[in-house]
């Protein structure tokens, strides 16, 4: 039976220390231990067992680990968006992940995004306490090892470590995670590990290492198993043009190998698409003057680039396969696409992603919320979404509209969305974007009440004032003030009988019109259909009156009212009670 080496994924808030870890590991201080080289490769690298073994010796001989995995392929680009496109039929290519914390701050919004893009792709992980050496009274030690170097800590600063490793033991407990730290695990399938580390001073990387090669080994044994006589499967990671080559892409081969010359398939913006490796490349570290050398063949776990005729609109997260029989390859990708890039009958969102991976994401996350999905696609937004998204919008107002991760607006999408009002909610964060449309939804219906409202008489309370009586009827035109709620034109009085008298034709102040007034404002009212002391006198208090129906919609938004305001409503609802 042949092993691979585990694939690794390094997520985490931005400013944690994701790249400084990634960068440590690959650090010439490391590369120099007694085995020898990391191997550079596209998009990832390669740390040998022999290199795990070198700086892990003592603490593995005392764990008692036997290391019998080749080594681990840490995937080079960091973070939640390059995770979603190490992606295999819903899953992910990724083994394993080190979800990177920074130990004096604790969880931040990148940090917990991650943690629900690895529960959601049942990916397993550590955590990487970073950022050791900042623990209040931490003394740095020339070592490799967080256990060799804790010993050495006064037992105060120990304390220090403990009470932060405990604050990141809480904050997982939220999310259902029983964890520890590594040393103190005694389950591994049940309880999450945390490694405190430092990306800066090395402290705790032999552990970390050896525990993800440990872990990988001993509970991915069949995830890890190796078909070197199989045809070459992998995950397409980017995209790139390169000068002289053209269109390119980086892949991450998981299983079987890849050689020049093999025909492969994947999945391009008009579908599934045949092309032949002209070229496989990896990274000149020998100080040449050409950026590449080439390969002739890579075997799993590996990083490649692949130069072929027809890559230029590859998709990112695509599969990408050795075919012998195209027509049932290609059958099979878009059996595993039809779930992803779609458009339906149904009333509901426009998806538009970055990458495969990133659709894949926010749609579980959409079903899960029970949101539906009218399309879904990977690219920029365009015109003919946002009108797609206006077609649901005239059946369904709070379905239609664009969510938006990682793309570009184009400036017809803009313009489209301006004239039809269909909104595009954007984000760089997974979770957040679901969260946006809610808000997005919450808001516009607030809008809609309060534009409604807006448009109905308000509960109102007013006193004619003595003294300001200044024309008797056609109109009657005298002074008020506000006593309660707000006075709007175009709404009728009644006098505290119920006896409905005439319609506010204009408020004005200082001989200017005034849309409404408030309780406290003073002002001059024009009323048809009345004459001063005969239906109104000096000193009168006046409501404004409503109908049934209207009293019955304010009732159901009592809570838009000040308690004032509700108490004028059921004063008015009495006497328009008595009338009925």
């Given at each position: 039976?042949?092993?691979?080496s ?26 120099k ?76 919004p990148?940090t ?31 070592t ?55 990306a ?14 440990g872990l ?33 892409i ?116 959409l079903?899960?919320a ?41 400036s ?64 009657a ?31 004005q ?31 009168d ?40």
């Open positions: 039976m042949f092993i691979r585990p694939i690794i994924a390094v997520l985490g808030h931005v400013d944690n220390g994701k790249t400084s870890l990634l960068d440590a590991i690959r650090g010439t201080g490391f590369a231990k007694e085995a020898g080289g990391i191997t550079q490769m596209i998009g990832a690298s390669y740390v040998p067992k022999e290199n795990i073994e070198a700086i892990s010796r003592p603490i593995a001989e005392k764990m008692k680990i036997k290391l019998i995995v080749p080594g681990i392929l840490f995937i080079d680009t960091p973070g939640h968006e390059a995770f979603t496109n190490l992606r295999e039929r819903g899953g992910s290519i990724a083994d394993m992940a080190i979800l990177v914390v920074d130990i004096a701050q604790g969880f931040q990148q917990i995004e991650s943690i629900k893009i690895l529960k959601n792709a049942k990916t397993p992980f550590v955590i990487a306490a970073n950022k050791l050496d900042l623990v209040n009274g931490w003394k740095t030690h020339k490799d090892s967080f256990l060799e170097s804790l010993a050495l800590q006064p037992e105060h600063v120990q304390g220090n470590l403990d009470t932060k490793v405990y604050e990141l033991v809480g904050k997982l407990a939220e999310f259902g995670f029983d964890s520890e730290r590594f040393d103190r695990v005694r389950d591994f399938t049940k309880q999450l590990a945390i490694v405190p580390v430092s800066k001073t090395h402290e705790g990387l032999s552990e970390l290492l050896l525990f993800i090669a990988s080994q001993r509970f991915l044994e069949k995830e890890l198993n190796l078909h070197p006589d199989i045809s070459a499967k992998g995950s397409v990671i980017e995209v790139k043009d390169e000068i002289g080559m053209g269109p390119t980086d892949v991450i081969i998981y299983d079987g190998v890849l050689r020049e010359g093999d025909e492969i398939i994947f999945l391009a913006k008009a579908g599934v698409k045949i092309t032949k490796v002209r070229a496989l490349l990896q990274p000149n570290i020998s100080g040449g003057k050409e950026k590449f050398r080439r390969v002739a063949q890579v075997a799993a776990a590996a990083g490649v680039k692949i130069s072929a005729p027809g890559l230029e609109d590859t998709i990112s997260g695509s599969p990408v396969m050795v075919t012998t029989n195209y027509e049932r390859d290609k059958g099979e990708i878009e059996a595993q696409m039809k779930s992803i890039i779609f458009e339906s009958e149904e009333l509901g969102v426009v998806v538009k992603a970055d990458s495969l991976g990133s659709v894949e994401a926010i749609l579980k996350l079903r899960d029970e949101i539906p999905v009218k399309a879904a696609d990977v690219g920029n937004v365009t015109k003919g979404d946002v009108l797609l998204a206006s077609t649901v919008a005239s059946e369904d107002k709070y379905a239609g509209a664009v969510l938006a991760f990682n793309v570009q607006v184009l017809d999408a803009k313009s489209a969305s301006d004239e039809t009002r269909v909104p595009i909610i954007y984000s760089n964060i997974v979770y957040q974007l679901l969260d946006r449309y809610e808000e997005w939804k919450t808001e516009e219906r607030e809008r809609e009440k309060k534009e409604v409202l807006e448009k109905m008489p308000w509960p109102c309370r007013i006193k004619a004032l003595p003294g300001f009586f200044f024309r008797a009827n056609k109109p035109i005298f002074g008020i003030e506000v006593l309660a709620g707000k006075l709007k034109p175009h709404v009728r009085l009644m006098n505290k009988q119920g006896v409905i008298l005439g319609e506010i034709k204009t408020i102040k200082e001989k200017e019109s005034l849309p409404e007034a408030e309780k406290g404002v003073q002002a001059a009212i024009s009323v048809d259909e009345i004459t001063l002391n005969r239906d109104i006198r000096e000193g208090v006046l409501l404004v009156y409503m109908t049934k129906d209207e009293l019955e919609k304010w009732k159901k938004k009592a809570d838009a009212l000040s308690q004032e305001e509700n108490d004028v409503l059921m004063q008015v609802e009495d006497l328009v009670s008595v009338r009925i």
